[in-house]
Antibody, heavy 118, light 110 residues
Framework: DVQLVESGGGLVKPGGSLRLSCAAS????????MNWVRQAPGKGLEWVSS????????YYADSVKGRFTISRDNAKNSLYLQMNSLRAEDTAVYYC???????????WGQGTLVTVSS | QSVLTQPPSVSAAPGQKVTISCSRS????????VSWYQHLPGTAPKLLIY???KRPSGIPDRFSGSKSGTSATLGITGLQTGDEADYYC???????????FGGGTKLTVL
């Protein structure tokens, strides 16, 4: 079975940094593009970032560009999100999601909560 | 502001049918693939429909997707209390090089 397990969330002060991880299993990780999607409290889903299977193509939402960095380690079946210069508005549950067919997020993890507060 | 627009809420009685629309703000939705997701807060979002009208294995045929003109539609028949959730349309927008989601629709089964 496909499994995606996020970790690394927590409480951080504004301006601080955090690194999220997503451990993948049950599929050939190196064959799929992966994404991060977040949901702020009381808000809807917001796409954050995407990375292609070989890391050749990387995209970011305007709201995180220049502050967040997505990466992956295909040897470790892991996806990462380095988050710097965090702001209160980055407070959210962060989900990793696998991409199927270029347009569909077919499997999602349970999410990890990031709280940015002083 | 979402590129895809959904109604904030819909409601219907158990056993009835409900539809949720998803329209694209900037252009015709006809040239993109739309997916639909069911989300209960605190849980992993679940794929219900992909490529406009396809169901992944394990998704009952009570759930259907369609697309026409300027909008896509999720249909749910035989409503059950367990269907109460937030529903999102989404896609990868090649013109933006970005993932996009609708604002979400809260379904209440009265």
């Amino acid at each position: 079975d496909v499994q995606l397990v996020e970790s690394g969330g927590g409480l951080v002060k504004p301006g601080g940094s955090l690194r999220l991880s997503c451990a993948a299993s049950g599929f050939t990780f190196s064959s799929y593009s992966m994404n991060w999607v977040r949901q702020a409290p009381g808000k809807g889903l917001e796409w954050v970032s995407s990375i292609s299977s070989s890391s050749s193509y990387i995209y970011y939402a305007d709201s995180v560009k220049g502050r967040f960095t997505i990466s992956r380690d295909n040897a470790k079946n892991s996806l990462y999100l380095q988050m710097n210069s965090l702001r209160a508005e980055d407070t959210a549950v962060y989900y990793c999601a696998r991409v199927m067919g270029g347009t569909t997020f077919d499997y999602w993890g349970q999410g990890t909560l990031v709280t940015v507060s002083s | 502001q979402s590129v895809l627009t959904q109604p904030p809420s819909v409601s219907a009685a158990p056993g009835q049918k409900v539809t949720i629309s998803c329209s694209r703000s900037s252009s015709n939705i006809g040239n993109i693939y739309v997916s639909w997701y069911q989300h209960l807060p605190g849980t992993a979002p679940k794929l219900l429909i992909y490529e406009n009208d396809k169901r992944p294995s394990g998704i009952p045929d009570r759930f259907s997707g369609s697309k026409s003109g300027t909008s896509a539609t999720l249909g749910i028949t035989g409503l059950q209390t367990g269907d109460e959730a937030d529903y999102y349309c989404g896609t990868w927008d090649s013109s933006l090089s970005a993932g996009v989601f609708g604002g979400g629709t809260k379904l209440t089964v009265l």
